[in-house]
């Protein structure tokens, strides 16, 4: 008995410790058209999905570039409408998950950890809601978003946190909830970007606010294949569309250089001469502010 | 002597499981041996097998948008057991090489720092050193 115990333990053991050894040879090209045919979107390969996740600029680059221009907090940014419990459906669900994980993102940056109790509340919520709690470390969250001197480690644990539930998500044939997750997190960050531009209109910001035309076929690309699933889908399929839309004459162009390396403190340090720029009216940017605002204003209302 | 020969099993279990695989322990510490000036944003799982012939060289590919006028670390961490040194090469979307943490005269470096000007999808390729077999994370932060 005790034997058999030994060799099927040892045995599940060596199958996990040889998982994942793997290489990834298939390369996916992004189409450079403007329009995503949906059975374009339809082909993409699990890799290429999880891909287009890391892709997303992540919240908490938006809220350091904000900090790096000495822009001051300001609580009405947040999505400080939603409220967990009247969230009906899994879309909501999901989405409002991603908006409040970019929120999470503004508050550690700038270290309004203890505001953030009320997002961390709601964000347990919804990720218990849609069967993902377990991948949300609530406690330990919270102890360090009370802790101002680990940063670091809140940073870390939020950030993996939201990395899990999307990859499970996707795992779990739940590619929906993820693709609404990442909007979410998205439309939030562009949402911060666009209502701080405004007020400081830097060129800076609003070059980031413009560069976001690279990535917005890669969300378009990743909620596609639902885009017919409901009137709910339909209607945020339409509107990241009339986002795009805006974004149609906005120009990014590009002057070559080469790399320049050196060593310092044992790494190296590469600083790319090749630059890219935006050119964006002001007449364009304050659309793009118009639709964001209106979009996500109109997502964050309670139902 | 039933529950201490399990307990046994158990834990030489974990060893084996963990031993040449990334761990949570080993994201977390990578993500913070960044420095205290960086900020964490996302990391990369690199577990590659030896090659079946020894010519082909496992890699691992993923890709990133990196935005202009941000600082990147890039800091490469082995696991316990990994045969060789994990190296990260970048291209950009015309697939030129904007970096690698492995020089020509054969250095590897533990992390890189990168001043992007271009923003835009770049791809990642991770290896080992001489095609070994190995496990590893690559964790990319933004520095002031």
């Known amino acids: 008995m005790k034997g058999k115990v030994i060799f099927i333990t040892l045995i599940v053991a060596l199958c996990f410790a040889c998982r994942n050894s793997s290489t990834k040879e298939n390369e996916f090209v992004f189409p450079e058209a403007d329009s995503v045919p949906v059975s374009e979107a339809e082909k993409l390969s699990p890799e290429a999905i999880a891909d287009i996740s890391k892709n997303i600029t992540s919240p908490v680059e938006i809220a350091n570039l904000l900090q790096t221009l000495n822009v001051p907090f300001n ?3 947040l999505a400080g409408s939603i409220d967990a419990n009247k969230q009906s459906t899994s879309f909501d669900k999901a989405l409002k998950l991603g908006i409040l994980g970019a929120d999470l993102g ?3 940056i700038y270290e309004r950890t203890g505001s953030s109790l009320d997002v961390l509340t709601s964000i347990r919520k919804l990720a218990d809601d849609i069967n993902v709690g377990q991948f ?3 406690e330990t969250i919270k102890r360090l978003s009370q802790n101002k001197s680990n940063l670091d480690s809140l940073l870390f644990l939020s950030i993996d946190s939201y990395s899990k539930i999307d990859t499970y998500l996707r795992d779990n044939n739940r590619g929906q909830l993820s ?3 990442i909007i979410g997190v998205w439309l939030e960050g562009q ?3 666009t209502q701080v531009v405004k007020l400081y209109p830097d060129k800076k910001l609003s070059d980031r606010i413009g560069e976001q035309k690279i990535i917005l076929n890669d969300l378009l690309m990743l909620i596609n294949p639902y885009c017919n699933h409901d009137p709910e889908y ?5 509107d990241l569309q009339n986002i795009k839309d805006r974004y149609r004459d906005i120009r990014i162009t590009y002057t070559q250089g080469e790399p320049v390396s050196k060593e310092k403190n044992g790494g190296l340090v590469v600083t790319q001469t090749e630059t890219s720029n935006v050119g964006m009216t002001k007449e364009q940017l304050n659309g793009i502010v118009e639709i964001t605002k209106s979009i996500r204003d109109k997502l964050i209302l309670n139902k | 002597m039933n529950k201490f020969l399990l307990t046994l099993t158990v834990l030489l279990t974990a060893g084996i499981m963990s031993y040449g695989q990334v761990t949570d322990d080993l994201r977390s510490e990578c993500a913070l041996s960044a420095g205290s000036n960086a900020k964490f944003l996302k990391d990369f799982r690199i577990e590659l097998g030896k090659s079946a012939n020894n010519k082909t060289v496992l890699r691992y590919k993923a890709s990133i948008s990196l935005w202009k006028n941000t600082k990147y670390r890039f800091s490469l961490c082995n696991s316990q057991g990994s045969g060789g040194k994990l190296i990260l090469t970048i291209k950009d979307n015309s697939n030129r090489t904007v970096l690698s943490s492995y020089d020509t005269n054969g250095k590897t470096y533990p992390f890189v720092d990168f001043v992007c000007n271009k923003s835009g999808i770049y791809n990642l390729y991770f290896d ?6 190995g496990a590893g994370v ?3 932060s933004m520095i002031r």
């Open chain 1, 234 to 238: 339909t209607s945020l399929c339409n």
């Open chain 2, 138 to 140: 690559g964790v990319v």
């Open chain 2, 128 to 133: 080992f050193y001489d095609g070994h077999q």
């Open chain 1, 191 to 193: 949402y911060l970007a």
């Open chain 1, 136 to 138: 949300f470390d609530f």
């Open chain 1, 106 to 108: 503004y508050l550690n």
């Open chain 1, 75 to 77: 609580q009405e940014y």
């Open chain 1, 179 to 181: 693709a609404l997750m």
